[in-house]
């Protein structure tokens, strides 16, 4: 997002990243769009995911305003480093990747939707960088809560490749994790764009379409 920062394009060994701190971020109360709390504790029922796709401004604008999304907020996932800063994870001596905590309503929208979201709204096979972003911290994630949304996950993963393998597109290089500690990001990253409506987004996706309907079993079904 800015220029200064430096481009990285690999990770690091653990013991080389940088110490951090034991103070968390300070971070707003509300979500600046919604007025519903971006931390937890979040109602009964609700679930989180976390997203990775490049620029985390943009990522976050995406699934606020998907219905059945109750809060969101952006972040630093995925690395070593605890408490990171903005700078310290532009610089690439964190592992982290900029990240979207959603918190969701399964009743609402469901994993798989919320996945087919994820694919189609970045290019997931272009490793440590998304655009003109480049860098480790721009690299495609999706960390999941739970053995239901690992398989959701992997189902719709398989499914994407076979529909970008059709149209001429490279392997998915996106990392499937269970979700790690998720680091909240500055208070002026928080819904940037809702505060700055006409701000930087430099997310795009390949074009094709994410078939959804996973079974209960995992197997794909038809869309």
Same mark, same amino acid.
């Given at each position: 997002?800015? $220029?200064?920062?430096?481009?990285?394009?690999?990770?690091?060994?653990? *013991?080389? %990243?940088? =110490? !951090? #701190?034991?103070?968390?971020?300070?971070?707003?109360?509300?979500?600046?769009?919604?007025?519903?709390?971006?931390?937890?504790?979040?109602?009964?029922?609700?679930?989180?995911?976390?997203?990775?796709?490049?620029?985390?401004?943009?990522?976050?604008?995406?699934?606020?305003?998907?219905?059945?999304?109750?809060?969101?907020?952006? $972040?630093?996932?995925?690395?070593?480093?605890?408490?990171?800063?903005? *700078?310290? %994870?532009? =610089? !690439? #001596?964190?592992?982290?990747?900029?990240?979207?905590?959603?918190?969701?309503?399964?009743?609402?929208?469901?994993?798989?939707?919320?996945?087919?979201?994820?694919?189609?709204?970045?290019?997931?096979?272009?490793?440590?960088?998304?655009?003109?972003?480049?860098?480790?911290?721009?690299?495609?994630?999706?960390?999941?809560?739970?053995?239901?949304?690992?398989?959701?996950?992997?189902?719709?993963?398989?499914?994407?490749?076979?529909?970008?393998?059709?149209?001429?597109?490279?392997?998915?290089?996106?990392?499937?994790?269970?979700?790690?500690?998720?680091?909240?990001?500055?208070?002026?990253?928080?819904?940037?764009?809702?505060?700055?409506?006409?701000?930087?987004?430099?997310?795009?996706?390949?074009?094709?379409?994410?078939?959804?309907?996973?079974?209960?079993?995992?197997?794909?079904?038809?869309?």
């Amino acid at each position: 997002m800015f $220029g200064f920062a430096k481009k990285s394009s690999q990770l690091l060994p653990s *013991e080389s %990243t940088l =110490s !951090g #701190r034991k103070e968390k971020m300070r971070i707003p109360a509300k979500h600046f769009t919604n007025g519903r709390p971006i931390a937890a504790p979040f109602p009964e029922g609700l679930e989180m995911v976390q997203f990775g796709m490049g620029c985390f401004w943009g990522a976050e604008r995406i699934f606020w305003k998907t219905p059945g999304v109750w809060t969101t907020a952006v $972040g630093y996932s995925g690395g070593d480093t605890p408490n990171p800063t903005y *700078e310290e %994870t532009c =610089s !690439g #001596r964190t592992n982290h990747t900029e990240a979207v905590l959603v918190v969701f309503d399964p009743k609402v929208i469901s994993y798989e939707a919320l996945f087919k979201i994820f694919w189609e709204s970045h290019d997931p096979t272009q490793g440590m960088r998304q655009g003109n972003d480049t860098g480790s911290q721009y690299r495609s994630v999706l960390y999941t809560y739970g053995d239901e949304q690992m398989k959701a996950a992997l189902a719709t993963r398989d499914a994407f490749q076979k529909a970008l393998d059709a149209k001429g597109h490279g392997k998915i290089t996106t990392e499937i994790e269970p979700a790690p500690e998720f680091f909240y990001a500055e208070d002026y990253h928080q819904q940037y764009l809702g505060k700055n409506p006409n701000g930087y987004c430099g997310l795009g996706g390949t074009g094709v379409t994410c078939p959804i309907g996973v079974s209960s079993s995992g197997v794909l079904a038809k869309a």
